[in-house]
């Protein structure tokens, strides 16, 4: 892993927390810029640039359902980074974790949609030869600024993606051990994205990247991925297979094609499968839109999570999961209705519309 190391002080955002009933949603990652190539009826390439990124749009998700959020990472200290802290304010994301950097970029992801209607990754660009501002986060700076959120959370969000550089799984790895003592669920989005690991877009995790990646799995108390994702990281798409196979016994949820939900959570598993109309048309954002309602609903229904009791006790039968998973379903649908990734991310209401409807 390359170390990557700081010439000037970094900025640490000042402190921007309100008292909230409800707990607090942390999401440790990457804030980036989707540039997407649209080719349009001339043959000629135009761009659309948006804002997003896995944490940083779950973060942002989390709080437009309401519930406080703060996003942990590190952005360039250039025009893109200015325009995500405005996000972030706007979302009301709180960032006293966000480290800026002096000397490398704000990443901005090119996209591309291929013949058979699939958007994806095609280059990262603006590194100067010293990397992304993301892969470079601060390890003990972080882990000071996050101590007066920790006592506030209940979950912190993370991916496979802050594996990547030695700073960045250093800074996760502090991460892990403070918010494990403080009794924080580890939500863990496996998120592969071989770009970042430099391969091909449909490359397999390697040997190495499996075991960078095996404590993650050993300390999450809720997984979510595909069912790719699932089969290459656990050998098994099945939830309740890759629940029993860790020590844990994390809540598990695989999607499949379709929107398709396979879910093993609170002692319960089931499968859920939205309607074919609300399979969403786009996929930018649909993912984090999806995690982001569900971290939300944990918050507010932590019971959820809890097997039920000898005897029945407890949660009444799958259906407030169900109802749940639902709701989420109904964020993703939304989101994936336009090429936005956050912009398009539903307020409570709105989601409740759509369900009503």
């Known amino acids: 892993m390359s170390n990557i190391t700081t010439t000037k002080p970094i900025t640490i955002h000042p402190l921007s927390l309100e008292s909230h009933d409800q707990p607090r ?7 980036l810029i989707h540039r997407i190539n649209r080719p349009d009826t001339e043959n000629k390439a135009n761009t659309l640039d948006r804002p997003g990124g896995s944490a940083a749009s779950v973060a942002c998700g989390v709080t437009r359902l309401g519930t406080p959020a703060s996003f942990l990472g590190r952005i360039g200290d250039d025009p893109l980074g200015r325009q995500l802290l405005e996000l972030f304010e706007r979302r009301q994301v709180s960032t006293p974790a966000l480290q800026t950097d002096p000397k490398r970029p704000t990443r901005v992801a090119r996209l591309q ?7 994806c990754l095609d280059d990262f660009l603006g590194d100067r030869g010293q990397g992304f501002a993301d892969s470079a986060v601060v390890p003990a700076t972080l882990a000071e600024s996050v101590k007066p959120l920790l006592r506030e959370a209940r979950w912190l969000l993370i991916s496979t993606n802050a594996l990547v550089s030695g700073p960045s799984a250093m800074a996760l790895d502090l991460l892990l051990k403070r918010a494990t003592a403080q009794g924080l669920g580890i939500a863990l989005d496996i998120d592969w994205c071989p770009g970042f ?16 990646f095996r404590p993650l799995g050993e300390k999450a108390t809720l997984i979510l991925a595909s069912a790719g994702e699932a089969k290459a990281f656990f050998s098994s798409a099945d939830p309740a297979t890759i629940h029993g196979a860790l020590a844990k016994r994390p809540a598990v949820l695989v999607t499949g094609c379709k929107g398709t939900v396979r879910w093993c959570l609170g002692g319960r598993q089931g499968t859920l499968s939205p309607a074919e109309e609300h399979v969403p048309s786009h996929p930018l954002g649909v993912r984090q839109a999806f995690t982001a309602a569900l971290l939300d609903g944990l918050c507010r229904r932590p019971e959820l999570l809890e097997a039920p009791a000898p005897g029945g006790a407890g949660v009444a039968g799958p259906g407030p999961i169900e109802d749940l998973l ?11 209705r336009t090429e936005g990734a956050i912009e398009p991310q539903p307020r409570r209401e709105a989601v409740k519309a759509f369900l009503k409807a």
């Open 326 to 336: 639902r709701f989420a379903s109904a964020c993703a649908t939304l989101v994936g």
């Open 113 to 119: 949609w291929k013949p058979g209607g699939e958007l």
């Open 25 to 31: 949603v942390l999401c440790f990652g990457e804030a």
């Open 197 to 212: 690991w430099g391969l091909a877009p449909d490359a397999a995790p390697s040997a190495e990247v499996l075991r960078r």
